[in-house]
């Protein structure tokens, strides 16, 4: 999974990151997850429509891990009328969490 996962466009990668967060039960998807957290592409294109930046692979996967492993403390859902520092530091504060 890692190398086909590093291999990818952004787009892809995203895809990938959603659907791993309906795979919590294995350890293999948290840690790619994790990895993810560190992937800052953007997942799609600006739509004119959305106020903000796109979002990124990594807030996907902040939004699988919130949705879908009990962490406390973290906001639930990245968007993205978030300004991109503002959803690094909910993701910093993520990773600090889980590191703990």
């Known amino acids: 999974w890692d190398l086909y996962f590093s291999t990818q ?3 892809t990668r995203g895809n990938i990151v959603l659907a791993l967060g ?3 039960d294995d350890p ?8 993810a ?7 799609g ?3 004119p429509e959305a106020e903000g930046d796109p979002l ?6 902040y939004n699988q891990i919130t949705a ?5 403390d973290v906001l639930r859902t990245i968007g993205n009328a978030y300004a991109v520092h ?5 993701i910093n504060h993520l990773k600090k969490l889980i590191s703990d």
């Open 68 to 72: 879908h492993y009990e962490i406390k």
């Open 22 to 24: 309906g795979m919590q």
């Open 56 to 61: 990124r692979v990594c807030d996907l996967a």
């Open 45 to 47: 294109g600006h739509d």
């Open 86 to 90: 503002v959803r690094d530091d909910h």
């Open 9 to 11: 466009d952004a787009v």
């Open 28 to 35: 293999r998807m948290w840690e790619l997850l994790l990895e």
């Open 37 to 43: 957290l560190d992937e800052k592409a953007f997942y």
